[in-house]
């Protein structure tokens, strides 16, 4: 499955259009934190393994960042080959290649979504 389209859908949200029609929509902030690069999945992982957490999740942004003033939205989208996309973040991260079956399996609208 491949996008048709790929849109800015608000200033916080994608808009996919997929070849069968499908339409879906990404917030930019939850992209963010699924963000499927090898540093981002290494600091979810140990985030996840505990509460004596070295890695809070929430360092996946910078430190620097001021995190509360900052709207997470890509500066740049670009296309990686036939079956991803990759977005450049205005926090500065841009190592995340997005698949289309990753992003087509995380369609949040109500058919997708598993009761
Ligand atoms: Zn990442
Ligand atoms: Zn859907």
């Given at each position: 499955m491949k996008p048709k389209e790929v849109l800015e859908f608000s200033d916080s949200a994608l808009m996919i259009i997929w070849e069968d029609e499908h339409?879906?929509?990404y917030l930019y902030e939850e992209l963010r934190q699924l963000c499927p690069c090898a540093t981002c999945n290494e600091l979810r992982q140990s985030g996840e393994r505990?509460?004596?957490g070295k890695t809070p999740f929430k360092r996946i942004i910078p430190l620097e960042t001021?995190?509360?003033?900052?709207?997470?939205?890509?500066d740049r989208i670009d296309p990686v080959g036939l079956y991803a996309i990759r977005f450049k973040w205005n926090d500065g991260h841009e190592t995340g290649i997005y698949p289309f079956e990753f992003l087509r399996r995380r369609c949040t609208c109500e058919k997708c979504k598993p009761n």
């Open positions: 339409e879906s929509i505990g509460k004596k001021p995190l509360k003033n900052l709207q997470i939205k890509p």
